[in-house]
């Protein structure tokens, strides 16, 4: 039997345009004839997962905000992270409405100063990405997508359980041999994620005489075995085109003593849902 309140559930309170345009999703999300993503706002059951630490930290509560208040995207681990940012920002204009209050510490002074900014003008200067990027390496054409927020997560939760094992070593009392070995650890995750990340952003590579590789495998293979300043060029280049969405960078000017300085909106879903 239908539900007969239905009717009365919450509906789309933001329209928002992706930086992907929906583009590098197996299954594209649904948009509007306009060319955008219908946000909706978010639910009290969301409220209680922001205010979960584990499921924030692990990525879950993240991906939990996004499929709730984005259902028309069939597949969350396949959001690229300027799209997830942007997700973002329109779940909390849905949700809280257009503005919002920001507190920033001057660097020299450290005096607090509050600003108040509308998320309708910063949606409004998202970047889109027009066309796949193409790099050339040797005789090679590689074609990227941006880093989606699966790999992020991981890499993000690696860095975070090293730091919290470090946090717990009582350094006076823990012998050197288990500080590197837990250093090295590390090291060897760590390298196998970017490997991982920096593979899950080609599409496929494309050979002199036409031929396309897009195995993973394969990928994964090639970029063991190709040179550093290849690596770092392919590296660069994804990072630029995470870079892609929406500036939430802005200038600062201290009420206390006058100092002008750059600095950054916080997506991270602890402050910005705060």
Known sequence: MENPLQQYFRSPGAFIKLPSKGKFYNTPPKLSLDGELA?????????????NPDT????????KIIKSCTPDIHDIDEVPIADADVILIGARLATYGEEFDVTSECPECKQSTDYTFKLTEILSNVKEIDETPVINIKDLKVYLQPSRINIQTKITMASLEYQMMLRELDTSKTDNKKQLSIMTDYSVKLTKLNFENLRDGIIKVEMPDGNHVGTPEHILEWLKNI???????????????????????????CQGCKHKYKTAISSDPISFFA
Do not use: H
């Open 39 to 51: 946000v909706y706002p978010m639910t009290a059951e969301d409220e209680i997962w922001l205010k």
């Open 56 to 63: 924030l930290l692990n990525g879950e509560g993240l991906k």
């Open 227 to 253: 040179t550093k300043p290849d690596y770092d060029k392919l590296q660069g280049s994804l990072e630029e085109l995470n870079k892609s969405g929406t500036d939430l960078t802005y200038d600062a000017e």
